[in-house]
């Protein structure tokens, strides 16, 4: 589960002499995304409350989370269990078909940060547990196992989960790996409710790479936004802005696009119905 930080970039104190920035994997796969969408909501501050559905959905998860998390600290869970038939669902789910895992020094809601450049990488483990030859990453997701695992394994959850334990931890990457346990079955049912990545070295060298280069790019960018400049727009050939090319849930595409096409003078012919924009720090349990 995805947690992002209030407020990690005050617009009134953005010069990088006051101090680390506070990133999540959220901020890095907006700022991946589109770099103006990412002014609009952390630094203009325009994000909105999400639609009724979208809340219930984000509280259910919050609950499912808090769930695991009690019976990991063997806290009473029967209250818990029976406050909604979803979350009874869920816990069967995990109950009868739960990811396999390590033996080792079980941790759960563990938060782990690192400083990088002059911001400070943070994550939140759903679970971690620490074994005397290898470290694994549990994160729950109350939505169905995704149809194309290489995205997951692209997104900036998995990458920089792996990569803060690689970096503040005596485990070689080769040593860890993340497990993502989905609550949701697709279909029949029949297809496994968890997901495992490994880690490599040359995948941490990769990431850091990519780290190195976003960060300056977000640096200069803040720099420039101080000075009355905005942070750049995608290309209109990516169709992110429209939503030619936008995944929803079902893997179909969205004709929506992006909720500030509008603002951002990007608003096709057929965009006569674009939703207000939404909180991103509300989005953490939307699949990938």
Same mark, same amino acid.
Not at 15 to 37: D, I
Not at 50 to 67: C, Y
Not at 128 to 141: E, P, R
């Given at each position: ?44 501050? +325009?994000?909105?409350?999400?639609? #009724?559905? &979208?809340?219930?959905?984000?509280? +259910? ?37 739960? #990811? ?27 679970? *971690? ?19 194309? #695992? ?63 280069? *976003? ?7 803040? &720099? ?5 400049? *905005?942070? #750049? ?46 909180? +991103?720090?509300?989005?953490? &349990? +939307?699949?990938?």
């Amino acid at each position: 589960m995805s947690r992002f930080l209030d407020n990690p970039l005050d617009p009134a104190s953005s010069r990088l002499n006051q101090g680390f920035f506070r990133l999540s994997q959220g901020h890095l796969s907006l700022l991946s995304t589109c770099p103006r969408k990412f002014q609009h909501i952390y630094l203009d501050q +325009l994000g909105l409350p999400t639609i #009724p559905e &979208e809340q219930q959905r984000q509280v +259910l998860g919050t609950h499912f989370h808090q769930l695991l998390q009690q019976q990991e600290l063997g806290l009473p869970i029967e209250n818990l269990v029976q406050a909604d038939p979803h979350l009874q669902r869920w816990f069967e789910a995990f109950t009868n078909s739960p #990811p396999q895992m390590l033996a080792g020094n079980r941790q759960s809601e563990h938060q782990r940060s690192l400083c990088f450049r002059h911001y400070l990488l943070t994550g939140v483990y759903d679970l *971690l547990i620490l074994g005397q030859q290898q470290a694994q990453i549990l994160d729950w997701k109350t939505y169905a196992r995704p149809q194309n #695992p290489q995205r997951l394994q692209q997104n900036w959850q998995t990458r920089l989960y792996l990569y803060l334990l690689a970096e503040t931890s005596d485990y070689l990457p080769e040593q860890i790996f993340m497990t993502y346990w989905f609550a949701e079955s697709r279909g029949n049912g029949a297809e496994p409710h968890s997901l495992s990545f490994t880690y490599t070295a040359a995948l941490h060298n990769q990431t850091q790479k990519d780290l190195e280069h *976003l960060l300056g790019s977000l640096t200069n960018w803040l &720099e420039t936004y101080s000075r009355g400049n *905005l942070f #750049p727009q995608v290309s209109l050939d990516l169709g992110e802005c429209d939503g030619r090319h936008n995944r929803g849930n079902s893997g179909n595409s969205e004709a929506s696009g992006c909720r500030f096409a509008i603002r951002c003078q990007r608003q096709g012919p057929s965009q006569t119905n674009i939703a207000l924009p939404t909180m +991103l720090d509300q989005i953490q &349990e +939307l699949p990938l």
